[in-house]
């Protein structure tokens, strides 16, 4: 069966300092991939989207990236994290053809 | 522009109710429409997924149906339980998985 693993937990960094959240999928090859951030009373947004290794695509200009540099690996990253940047922030995959997604456990970002 | 609602934001019932969950959205050109559960500070499961030639979707004590021409779909509990307490989250799906449309959630609280 499929799996989806995110960490950390939980992240308490001071502003300026940089940021690394990693995500890794089992059981599936070829997934797409997708970070969101859920801020309260604001719902889900999606911040990036990967249909493969390299290929990623941002749908929100912000201070923060990705990578994919494995066909199951989905980075989250930022040089230089800004107070705005706390959330709570969500991995998933899916398969192909819009067919369910599937979320990793979460990160809650505090920036301080 | 598509927007998903849910009412109400927060529900409380007692133990062995049937319920009722209720998203609706404005735009009756969907792919699909998602819903998932997530439990306090943690990811989100999906429940059940509906294609948009589809009526109806059941899985267990959850059933979840569709209706594109009034823009509505709903969520029935049967037999609630206080395990099923969380938040209940239904995304519309505009085009592919990264033209989900999110609401906000209704929070469900189930009283033993």
């Known amino acids: 069966s499929q799996t989806i693993h995110q960490w950390p937990a939980t992240l308490v960094q001071p502003v300026g300092s940089p940021l690394s959240l990693e995500c890794t999928v089992e059981?599936?090859?070829?997934?797409?991939l997708y970070w969101y951030r859920q801020a309260a009373g604001r719902g889900l947004q999606l911040l990036f989207y990967s249909v493969g290794i390299g290929q990623i695509s941002s749908e929100v200009p912000q201070n923060l990236s990705a990578s994919r540099p494995q066909d199951r690996q989905f980075i989250l990253s930022s040089k230089k994290l800004l107070l705005s940047d706390s959330g709570f922030y969500l991995c998933?995959?899916?398969?192909?053809?819009?067919?369910?997604?599937?979320f990793g456990n979460g990160t809650r970002l505090t920036v301080t | 522009k598509q927007e998903v609602t849910q009412i109400p934001a927060a529900l409380s019932v007692p133990e062995g109710e049937n319920l009722v969950l209720n998203c609706s959205f404005t735009d009756s050109a969907i792919y699909n429409l998602q819903w998932f559960r997530q439990d306090p500070g943690k990811g989100l499961t999906s429940l059940l997924l509906i294609q948009s030639s589809q009526r109806e979707q059941t899985s267990g004590r959850l059933n979840a149906s569709l209706d594109k021409s009034s823009g509505r779909s709903t969520l029935y509990i049967a037999a609630s339980q206080p395990g099923d307490s969380a938040t209940y989250l239904c995304a519309v799906n505009a085009g592919n998985n990264r033209k989900l449309i999110w609401g906000l959630g209704t929070s469900l609280a189930v009283n033993p």
């Open positions: 998933a995959w899916s398969g192909q053809y819009n067919s369910p997604l599937h």
């Open positions: 059981g599936t090859s070829n997934p797409n």
